[in-house]
């Protein structure tokens, strides 16, 4: 169906444009029920696109401002792939103090979702020290002595409790701030991990130190190495990760 899908929103539903997305998904700036909205449109499985609606649900009534999806004419939360989400004001984090924000803002996150179910199909850092595959990460596609460098990064989370991690708070364009409140946006990476994976901000927002600081700097990279192989950004994370 694709974007004539759109009309499940209401007659009066617009794209108005395009946004980045990333390459997973086609993503725009719609109007509906003429207010502004982002569309997004991907490949998703019914199952993943319902727990990600249900967390940024569960969020939202937290009291944690999220992009919760509109419902269709119909009341569903999602189409054919499509999910139409609420418009986040604000900008991108820019100083120390505002990075320092959204890592308290994350730690709410993780402290809301302990023991969440895990995303359909996804694994997780330490579950990759023995799976080989989950998503987007295919550790068999890796040369050996990367994988085992990856592995031995995750090592050190091992044993950590789990929660939902956003996967990909370091990016600024995944983040909008007003003066009172910040706003986590993109949870298409969301997925249960350990916490560290979500703490290596810029200007050290979440305040690590030491071996802590260590470990989940080394996670992180060998994270998004394997889930973005084989490009240019993946090798340059992957020569962060210690060799073995």
Known sequence: MGWDG???WGEDATRIKRLAG???NDVWSV???????V???GKRN???LAWEAKLLQHLDREGLAVPVPIPTTDGRLFADGLTVMQYMEGGPPETAADWRRVAETLRKVHRLTQGWPQRPGWRSSTDL???WSGTRIDLAAMPPEAVARCRAAWARLAGRDTCVVHGNPNNPGNVRITADRVALIDWDEAHVDVPDLDLVLPHNGAGLMGPARDAAEQASAA???AICWPDEYSAKRLAEVRKV
């Open 39 to 41: 569309a997004r449109l």
């Open 129 to 131: 020290l023995d799976a």
């Open 6 to 8: 759109l009309k499940q």
């Open 31 to 37: 109007r509906v029920h003429g207010r502004p909205a």
């Open 46 to 48: 019914d199952a993943d």
């Open 223 to 225: 994270w998004e190495a």
């Open 22 to 24: 990333g390459s997973s």
